[in-house]
């Protein structure tokens, strides 16, 4: 019982990242760069993060939603940021002299989590009637060009 009540605590103090999830989509200056890249550059574009989840992760999840990707491709895609949690901030926080709460905190906000993804798509969907009305309105995207140039 104690464990289910830590993670609870947890959920809780961290539940402002959900809020967070829902206002990144809109009014983004770096998106609005990010696909004017994509429309006038000759090649393609590079962006990264150390972590792909926030900003980059929701941008990656935009961009594979604009050409088409299934939404169960795009989640795989997302929660693959937890390898790098995994992989690079899981050792050295299981090293760390943080007590277990502390610990189980920082894991839960350095994690992806498939609710932060779906905040997103669901503050977009109840703005905008598509995801088509959100792109041409919200970064006015010449879709034709974006698929001539990156899907094959």
Not at 16 to 43: C, W
Not at 87 to 109: A, C, F, G, I, R
């Amino acid at each position: 019982m104690c464990v289910i009540q830590d993670l609870r605590v947890i959920i809780g103090l961290s539940s402002f990242i959900v809020n967070g999830y829902k206002v990144i989509p809109f009014s983004n200056t770096a998106y609005q760069n990010m696909f004017s890249l994509m429309e006038t550059t000759g090649d393609g574009i590079l962006f990264h993060c150390g972590g792909g989840k926030d900003r980059t992760g929701i941008f990656a999840a935009l961009v594979l939603s604009l050409f088409g990707c299934d939404k169960q491709t795009i989640f795989d895609d997302y929660l693959k940021s937890n390898e790098s949690v995994k992989n690079h901030l899981m050792p050295k926080l299981l090293q760390s002299d943080y007590p277990q709460p502390v610990k189980d905190t920082l894991m839960y906000v350095c994690s992806v989590h498939t609710e932060l993804l779906e905040s997103s798509f669901e503050a977009i969907l109840q703005k905008y009637d598509s995801l088509e009305e959100y792109f041409d309105t919200e970064y006015k995207l010449n879709r034709d060009l974006l698929f001539k140039k990156y899907v094959i």
